[in-house]
């Protein structure tokens, strides 16, 4: 299970970081798949 988003800029992505999208999803992969957070930042 994986949630895959890619961000134009640092702003985008922390205002993804405490979306309620984001937040639902990441209450979901905790009860449901292993756990390994993979921020990627170039």
């Known amino acids: ?3 895959d988003a890619t ?5 985008a992505f922390q205002a993804w970081r405490v979306s309620e999208q ?3 999803a990441v209450a979901h ?4 798949a292993d756990w390994l ?3 990627w930042v170039e």
Do not use: S
Request: charge should be negative.
């Open 1 to 3: 299970m994986v949630e």
């Open 7 to 11: 961000f134009d800029d640092e702003a």
């Open 22 to 24: 984001h937040l639902t």
């Open 29 to 32: 992969m905790k009860e449901n």
């Open 37 to 39: 957070v993979g921020d």
